[in-house]
C-alpha cells in the first residue's frame, strides 16, 4: 500500500470514527430532538389554557373519559394514571402522573390542549373526538389526590 493511500484511508478512518463518537454521544439527542425538547418545561399557550371544559362533569362523562383513558393511555400512565404504566419504563421523561398536585393544578385548557398535541413520546391525540379528549380531562380531575 503507497503511503497517499494508507494516509487517505487512515483519514477515512479518522472521520468515521469522529462521526461514531459524535453519535454515541449525542444519541439523537440533539438539543432540537424530541428527546431533547421533552425535557423543557412543557406548557400550552395562554390562550388555550383559558379554554373552558364545554363537556358536563356529569357521572357519564366522567365514565366516558375514564372507558377513553383505559383504551389509549393505561399503558404509559397506568391504571390508577399515576404514570406508572408497563411502557413508562423506556421512556424519559416519566408520564405524567394524574393524581399530582402539578396536574391537578393545571387549568383543564391546558391538560386538553397537551392531549391534543402530544409532544416526545406522548402522542397527540388529534384525531380523537374533541369531547372525549375533554371527557379525559374530566376523568382526570376525578383522580386529585389518589
Same mark, same amino acid.
Request: charged content about 20%; aromatic content about 6%; proline content about 7%.
Given at each position: ?8 484511508a487512515g ?20 438539543p432540537?430532538s ?14 388555550e389554557?383559558?379554554?373552558n371544559?364545554p ?5 357519564k362523562v366522567?365514565e366516558?373519559?375514564e372507558?377513553?383513558a ?10 390508577k394514571?399515576?404514570g406508572d404504566?408497563?411502557a413508562?419504563? @423506556?421512556l424519559?421523561p416519566?408520564p @405524567? ?7 391537578q393544578d393545571e ?6 390542549w ?5 409532544r416526545?413520546?406522548?402522542p397527540s391525540?388529534?384525531?380523537?373526538p374533541e369531547?372525549d379528549r375533554?371527557?379525559v380531562?374530566?376523568y ?7
Amino acid at each position: 500500500m503507497s503511503a497517499s493511500l494508507a494516509a487517505r484511508a487512515g483519514g477515512l478512518m479518522l472521520a468515521l470514527l469522529l462521526f461514531l463518537a459524535l453519535l454515541l454521544f449525542y444519541g439523537g439527542n440533539g438539543p432540537g430532538s424530541p428527546v431533547a425538547q421533552a425535557q423543557t418545561p412543557w406548557a400550552a399557550p395562554e390562550s388555550e389554557k383559558a379554554r373552558n371544559n364545554p363537556v358536563a362533569g356529569d357521572k357519564k362523562v366522567v365514565e366516558q373519559g375514564e372507558k377513553i383513558a383505559k383504551i389509549n393511555c393505561v399503558s404509559c400512565h397506568g391504571n390508577k394514571g399515576k404514570g406508572d404504566g408497563a411502557a413508562s419504563v @423506556a421512556l424519559n421523561p416519566k408520564p @405524567a402522573d394524574w393524581t399530582s398536585k402539578r396536574v391537578q393544578d393545571e387549568p383543564d385548557g391546558e391538560i386538553f390542549w397537551k392531549i391534543t398535541n402530544g409532544r416526545g413520546a406522548m402522542p397527540s391525540w388529534r384525531h380523537l373526538p374533541e369531547s372525549d379528549r375533554w371527557a379525559v380531562v374530566r376523568y382526570i380531575r376525578t383522580l386529585a389526590g389518589k
